[in-house]
């Protein structure tokens, strides 16, 4: 059974970073797409970042852009993604997904595998 497990999550203030981790088992990890969504309380599930499955084509939201980095290793099945500069608005519980057919999807629907959520606080 495809497991997504994400880690990394917690309080920190603004300005701050926070690396959360997502670590995959029984799949060929290195043959899918990943991506890192966010939902914050009565908003919907939204695109942070996503990374092709070799690792050399990644996409961003505009909100995140230049303050978070995604990488992937797939000899370890791990995913990261690395946030600086932390803001109230990015506080949501981040979730890690999985494809297999597209090159960096960026939509939910699109997305094949999903991790339970770690939830990331920052607060001012």
């Known amino acids: 059974q495809v497991q997504l497990v994400e880690s990394g999550g917690g309080l920190v203030q603004a300005g701050g970073s926070l690396r959360l981790s997502c670590a995959a088992s029984?799949?060929?990890?290195?043959?899918?797409?990943m991506g890192w969504f966010r939902q914050a309380p009565g908003k919907e599930r939204e695109f942070v970042a996503g990374i092709s499955y070799s690792g050399r084509d990644t996409t961003y939201a505009d909100s995140v852009l230049g303050r978070f980095t995604i990488s992937r290793d797939n000899a370890k099945m791990t995913m990261s993604l690395q946030m600086d500069s932390l803001k109230a608005e990015d506080t949501a519980v981040y979730y890690c997904?999985?494809?297999?057919?597209?090159?960096?999807?960026?939509?939910?629907?699109?997305?094949?595998?999903w991790g339970q959520g770690t939830q990331v606080t920052v607060s001012t």
């Open positions: 997904a999985a494809d297999r057919t597209y090159l960096v999807p960026t939509r939910p629907t699109q997305y094949d595998y």
């Open positions: 029984e799949l060929t990890f290195s043959i899918y797409a």
